[in-house]
């Protein structure tokens, strides 16, 4: 073998290689992470569809594994691991979710949804039924071209 064709061989593997790179960070490039008031809303409905349908492996999907609930009328706060076990473990099931007044402001890859929440709620006996009002804050994160909630609080509203 020549010192021509070592050389020509090293030549074409850095240059393969520099090709390879470039396809990656292109690729990396096209992910754009900028939410958008759509991807916000369509989060906000997936999540109500998940609670009525009782869709705890869909619930999964969209909370981020960092999520955390605040709220409790204790001051305690619950994480998506806990909220997750609660809501399949639960003797009462959602009727109805409708919201009025939504905000949803948005920075870069974030989006704050705020607004009023009424949820009807069956008992398991199917007959008793709570209405709870609540005034709510999300905070959704757009990652690697997915959007998933990091963070809620809500209080009630009588």
């Known amino acids: 073998m020549t010192l ?8 074409i593997g850095i240059f393969l290689t520099s090709c ?31 609670y009525l349908e009782g869709d705890s492996e869909r619930l999964k999907t969209l909370l981020d594994d960092t999520w955390i609930y605040s709220g409790s009328i204790d001051g305690s706060t619950s994480n998506k691991s806990t909220t997750i076990t609660e809501f399949e473990s639960a003797d009462y099931s959602f009727d109805e ?34 209405k709870l009002r609540l005034r709510f804050t999300d905070v959704y994160r757009k990652t690697n071209g997915e959007v998933r909630a990091i963070a809620t609080h809500s209080s009630p509203v009588e």
């Open 97 to 130: 979710i409708k919201y009025q007044n939504l905000d949803v402001r948005l920075f870069d890859d974030i989006a704050v949804v705020r607004g009023l929440e009424t949820m009807v709620i069956l008992g398991s006996s199917k007959q008793d039924t709570t």
């Open 4 to 11: 021509k064709y070592v050389a020509a061989i090293v030549c």
């Open 20 to 50: 390879q790179n470039t396809t990656k960070q292109e690729e990396t490039a096209t992910i754009d992470n900028t939410i958008t008031k759509e991807e916000a809303l369509e989060l906000l409905h997936n999540w109500t569809d998940a």
